[in-house]
């Protein structure tokens, strides 16, 4: 079994002993989305600045390994006309349980990001791509995939972690790991990652991520630093995660 099979069926476990980004919104936030009043989040505490979408009525927007009825609905109830991608059928039964439940439509696509996106070239005005990178082993290619998808001006807004949490023990006092964090090549890793029911995931570079993006051919146009949102690095203000605003310019 592949490792992204592997992941798609822990992630569904996951959802199943209710995990926080598995939880869809519910009707009464739907509603204030429309009214105006919504929030979302690329990273585990920061609200997404409102000035990093625009005006979304019309616009098409890719939810990018975004599944589970908690970023989609809000688009939509924003007027955006939304595709969701995701390898998780726990995530994807969410997002249609809210789309019938609010009748708005979505296009629901179960598909690997890893793999080349099954989009034409040019389809979408925005890509939503929360923290999920840390769950492929190679991230350029995902960034080269959505420039591919976006239009001319299209923005990448992504949730990045920057490894830290990778280096240290479950009470993040202690340096336990060197980087990269790959237990595909190091298998006390992949121990540590079995032990805990944490999936398969890896380490990423600022190098490669937001090198990545710009390698691809986007513009950095903004960024802003997070922490974990509970534990000692968070208790301390030290950023974990990233969320960068990239823009498709040619």
């Known amino acids: 079994m592949e490792y992204q099979q592997i992941n798609a069926k822990v992630i569904d476990q996951w959802i199943e002993e209710g995990w926080e980004w598995g939880i869809p919104i519910s009707h009464e936030v739907f509603e204030k989305a429309k009214r105006g009043d919504w929030d979302v989040l690329l990273t585990p505490t920061k609200k997404v600045p409102h000035e990093w979408f625009g005006d979304l009525q019309g616009k098409k927007v890719l939810g990018l390994a975004s599944g589970g009825g908690q970023q989609i609905p809000i688009f939509a109830a924003l007027g955006a006309e939304c595709t969701v991608l995701d390898y998780s059928d726990k995530q994807l039964?969410?997002?249609?349980?809210?789309?019938?439940?609010?009748?708005?439509?979505?296009e629901i696509i179960k598909a690997d990001m890893s793999k080349p996106l099954p989009f034409e070239d040019g389809r979408f005005d925005l890509i939503f791509h929360p923290v999920s990178n840390c769950y492929i082993e190679e991230v350029k290619p995902l960034f080269k995939e959505c420039y591919?998808?976006?239009?001319?001006?299209?923005?990448?807004?992504?949730?990045?972690?920057n490894g830290l949490n990778?280096?240290?023990?479950?009470?993040?006092?202690?340096?336990?790991?060197k980087l990269p964090f790959?237990?595909?090549?190091?298998s006390d890793q992949m121990q540590q990652l079995q032990i805990k029911n944490d999936g398969i995931q890896f380490s990423h570079t600022l190098e490669e991520q937001i090198g990545g993006q710009l390698e691809a051919g986007f513009l950095l146009r903004d960024l802003y630093e997070d922490t974990n949102g509970v534990g000692k690095l968070h208790e301390y203000g030290i950023p974990s995660f990233l969320a960068t605003k990239s823009e498709k310019c040619f």
């Open 148 to 161: 591919r998808v976006l239009k001319r001006g299209g923005i990448l807004l992504s949730g990045l972690d």
């Open 182 to 186: 790959n237990p595909l090549l190091n």
């Open 166 to 177: 990778y280096i240290l023990d479950d009470t993040e006092s202690q340096v336990v790991n």
């Open 93 to 106: 039964e969410s997002e249609a349980m809210v789309a019938r439940r609010e009748g708005y439509h979505v």
